[in-house]
């Protein structure tokens, strides 16, 4: 998460949530030509950061906070079917013990992810639709192998990855060792296959390339779709009473990939808009905070994953791009202010 995640974080155990502050990138094309670039190089204020969580440990700290402020909470409360019809909506479930129940209520926020019951619900967005992700968790003990190894640091891979990238990102006891495809192009029969062995492949070898031993048949691998912006769409069901954010809204960055500041951001628009009597406006308050800036991300992203090699020489290289992908990360920079500033610099064309 970007350092404008700060606000999100009041009230919660930063030391118990936060598993390592990263302050540098190292980035790689094809495993080869390694530059690491300070996020925050001497001279430059203010200072960006970004937090690496792990989700079950950061998603329990919310729910605390929550309950702590008056939230109702039903752990280990399956949800079976959502009834968007009638009026109250209705969400009905299990428990972990099998008891069966119903709850109603004027309004459903859809925070279930891309594929969640809400998604399903409203009965749109086939998955196919979707780009997928790769992961898995490696544990490793700081100081050990690699002098560039270091908790502070990410490693970002661009060549290895058709129409993506790899990353490693530094834990607290482990690395998550990880790569995306953005923009499959493989027709609907084999694409899921084709991606994961592409993706396994590429998480294999860019451990080999830093000297980290991973067995390839032992290792477990989590797999997970990735709902990428593609355009504006509807956010909310025809009756306002149903309003999506997060990945169910589709509100992950096409071009870094990172969704967790917007899926907060997106939550904190639809609560306001239902406190204020305003669901209805949704929507538009959504793209109005979004749209431009992930439009444009879509396109720079179309251009930066066809052109890997070009890009990683005219920009990445720069001894600034560790910093200014900080701070577009954390809206600091607007996507379409980058893009300009890529066209007058270097003169790419997007």
Known sequence: MPISSNR????LDIEGVIESEVTSMRHTFHYK?????????????PDYKCFMVQRN???NALVERAVKSGTVFFDGFGVTEIDIIKCPLSVQGCSKTGVSSTLTADYLIGADGALGPTVRAMGIRPSSN????????????????????????LHLEYGAVPRGYAWIFPKKDHLNIGAGIFRPKVSEGKRELISKNLLKQAIVQFAHSVGLEVDENAQKYYAHPLPVWQGKERLQDAGNRVLLTGDAARLINPFFGDGILHAMISGEIAATCIAEGAA????SRAHQHFANNFDTALKLAKFFYQFP???????????????????????????PHAVQRLKSKFGIKV
């Open 130 to 153: 979707y780009a997928i992700g790769m992961e898995i968790e490696l544990a490793h003990e700081w100081g050990t192998g690699a002098s560039f190894l270091q908790p502070s640091t």
């Open 8 to 11: 999100f974080l009041i009230g």
């Open 57 to 59: 440990v950061f998603d």
């Open 309 to 335: 090699g070009l890009c990683y020489n005219q920009v990445v290289k720069n001894r600034s791009s560790s910093r200014a992908a900080a701070k577009m990360l954390a809206g600091e920079t607007p996507f």
């Open 33 to 45: 030509d390694a530059v690491q670039g300070q996020i925050n190089p001497e001279g430059c204020s």
């Open 280 to 283: 209805g406006d949704y929507t």
